[in-house]
């Protein structure tokens, strides 16, 4: 009798888009970001062809940390039967967050939490595979007990309890087949920050914006944050390119601190900026707390550094954060932002995700779209962030029609690449970068030299 | 003419430590640590045969993560002008943390920002060497200017601005010279936690209670958390064996969600603990602000999983510990920890820091007796941890007298190993660890392949 199923490899790639040539995704606080996967493969022994693929975003330099963080974790992976991990995704993920010597090295933020979500997405994409179904139905059609069986509870009581959890899953049960069928049928919201890099002249900031526009988008997002007088004339103009009626966001990327937050988006409020996104430090919960207090009606946003489910449930707790922005890729994975979802439910705050980058627009619309089929059941106010970039990289792209996510339908997370993008683009082997000249690209600045 | 003396390279050694074989360090979180250095040596080539070395301290798996992150820092540093980096010691931390595509991985918490807070530290110990001074004194004779230069301000400006600093530095001016006298005279009080690790039986513990006092420590504490009738039963012989007026506190290490923390601790109360310290999730501010309200006076310490400034800026803004535990090694380096020192100044608020592990005791030194002699120029209610393990590895390891620490007068930050110890506990390849069986120690536990 053959042995069960198992996982038998963790395979692992650094692959790097060399996007800071092009100033795409430039904001105040990263100028020139090459954006990044530190890629994750599991293979099994199953023998059915299914593999879990998935990935943790990095803007360049130091994805190769991340890369050999996710390696790391391999031992704690390999050897596992396939129907364990697939049959208790929850017990798997916790399993590796709750390790008492890694857990050192966090707890539950940073490298070593991004190279847990990696791993745990790419789990839930060989799941969902081998169920035949896109994540974002997988877990739609779990029933409340399962879902809730799949959170890290820990720490989290004194705002949700699993008793509070399975009250509001249990009262979406009701039309969950008609929204998944709404799904679809019309896809989900979307808005759009390619208009908006800091990187860009006014022209083709409002080029974008009004095509944006035409393409059916209610909502645009415009970086700001590195200097007031361009953003003043930056806002004027976008507000003028596409009139009262479409909203627009503004990010500082953690740029300011609280009092120069107010007072510099004090100065844009003339031009009516619907959301000032990471006003301040993503750990700065109070901090969001006097910047949301001093801007209303302008709403405050964040999330997408915001390092786990403890930091969102205080943003929550404080009143902090007007939208809740997760990010596929920077909390624990699936499961942790299920339990960010489900404390967004119980607070009655709406989950516009950050999406952008490399893969996150992939898979982050399977959470939104699990939460609109089985947790919140609404799209009033939701919207998720769409940036046209590196789609074509990938073998299920997201496609985005007349302003909405069209509702993937392929199994899994959606975030596996194709075979050429992981060749050309691995760094620093691929012959996108070695056909770089030495040196250029991908190092770090070396001021000192420069003196 | 030779060119300017430059760092030449940034060597990071993996040591690990056996230490879980005898259940030292043993916690309600970390049942079997072993504890482990990601060791760093910046060198030069200067030609003066100083070096500077610094580790970041983990509790096993992972060592190899924190120490390749480290590495990947090094491209940051080597090619620096010496005398650049030891000159601004504050902008060569600040060039580290802004890096902005490494600020992904963070920003400024886990992995990258210890790796950090690693070479910032090492750079600190080449810097009071070269001036033949440790760092303590190095620090505590530099001017306010200097030491306001040091910290960056970022985020920060809501509690504490560069004009409150030299507010706080320039009142302790008067009488830095009797205070380093006193330090040299006297030392900086300890407390000790080697009686109270929850792998200890009661004997062993109420054993090395009585020597604790015996050797003239007034503090001593325990680890709780595990379970409670033995923590009741635990607290009440620790009580019986030292008496009414030696201070016991309690360490859960975040083991507790708020409302359970209260629960627990009530239960202890008759016996009069100290401090509470991590009753839960060193990210939750509101939780430990809860906490603390419900259990005074009781009092409430945190720090040594406290990622940043921002977090211990808002844990004082919200009236949420009584006692700030800084690490020498969790942050940014030695230049966070003044940021951190000034903020416990700021807020009235005394600082004992956590030490133990590998070298934390003889970093962290330095950084409170700084404190005494140029900041809140007092030892009132503050006490440095101590813990009797491994310092034998070190070149200049703390002495304890007294129940205090004596200052050490040797140049540099004391967290240089011996040449032995870093060539035996190597990992995986030194003795140490090649005379251990195949699949012993330092491995993840396979639970799955236990069913």
Same mark, same amino acid.
């Given at each position: ?58 803007? %360049? ?16 992976? /390999? $050897? ?6 697939? %049959? ?29 979500? =990696? ?20 877990? %739609? ?16 009581? !004194? ?53 944006? @526009? ?25 507000? =003028? ?8 966001? /503004? ?37 969001? =707390? ?12 964040? $999330? ?23 990010? =596929? ?19 009655? /705050? ?6 952008? %980058? ?12 699990? !939460?609109?089929?089985? @947790?919140?059941?609404? +799209?009033?106010?939701? @919207?998720?962030?769409?940036? !046209? ?6 073998? !299920?792209?997201?496609? /985005?029609?007349?302003?909405?996510? @069209? ?9 596996? +690449? ?34």
């Amino acid at each position: 009798m053959p042995s069960i199923p198992r996982i038998i490899a963790v395979d692992v790639l650094d692959i790097r888009f060399p996007t800071s040539e092009h100033l795409d995704g430039s904001d105040a606080m990263n100028p020139e970001p090459d954006y990044s996967a530190a890629y994750v493969v599991l293979r099994t022994d199953a023998g059915d062809g299914h593999e879990g693929h998935a990935l943790a975003f990095t803007t %360049g330099r130091g994805n190769d940390v991340q890369a050999n963080a996710i390696a790391a974790l391999a031992p704690y992976v /390999v $050897g596992r039967p396939v129907a364990q991990v697939c %049959g208790d995704l929850g017990g798997f993920a916790r399993s590796l967050s709750h390790d008492p010597q890694l857990r050192w090295l966090g707890p539950e933020k940073g490298v070593i939490h991004m190279a847990t979500g =990696a791993i745990v997405n790419a789990a839930w994409d060989l799941a969902a595979k081998r169920a035949g179904k896109p994540v974002w139905r997988f877990l %739609g059609e779990m029933s409340p007990e399962d879902l809730v069986g799949q959170v890290d509870f820990r720490w989290l009581s !004194d705002a949700l309890t699993p008793r509070d959890a399975l009250d509001i899953l249990r009262r979406a049960q009701a039309g969950r087949a008609e929204r998944i069928e709404h799904l679809l049928r019309r896809g989900y919201p979307a808005y759009t920050t390619s208009p908006g890099w800091l990187g860009y002249s006014d022209e083709k900031l409002t080029g974008l914006a009004r095509e944006a @526009v035409t393409a059916g988008f209610t909502q645009i997002k415009l970086k700001v944050g590195a200097s007031l007088t361009d953003d003043i004339r930056r806002m004027k103009a976008a507000r =003028a390119a596409v009139g009262d009626h479409i909203r627009i966001a /503004v990010d500082a990327n953690q740029r300011w601190d609280v009092q120069p937050a107010v007072d510099w988006m004090r100065q844009l409020a003339d031009y009516h900026p619907y959301w000032i996104e990471e006003p301040t430090s993503p750990d700065d919960i109070l901090g969001h =707390a006097a910047v949301r207090r001093a801007l209303s009606p302008i709403k405050v946003a964040t $999330g997408e550094h915001v390092a786990n489910r403890v930091v969102f449930k205080q943003l929550l707790q404080a009143g902090a954060i007007d939208i809740v922005q997760i990010d =596929a890729a920077r909390v624990g994975g699936v499961n942790e932002n299920i339990a960010i979802l489900l404390l967004a439910a119980r607070f009655g /705050v709406p989950v516009c995700p950050h999406a952008g %980058g490399v893969g996150l627009c992939e898979m982050v619309q399977h959470l939104s779209m699990f !939460d609109y089929v089985a @947790v919140s059941a609404t +799209m009033h106010d939701r @919207v998720i962030e769409y940036v !046209d970039h590196l789609h074509e990289h990938f073998i !299920d792209p997201v496609r /985005v029609v007349d302003g909405r996510y @069209v509702a993937p339908t392929a199994p899994g997370l959606s975030a596996q +690449m194709r075979e050429a993008a992981l060749t050309e683009y691995a760094y620093p082997g691929g012959p996108v970068w070695t056909s770089r000249a030495q040196g250029a690209g991908n190092r770090p600045d070396q001021a000192w030299d420069a003196s």
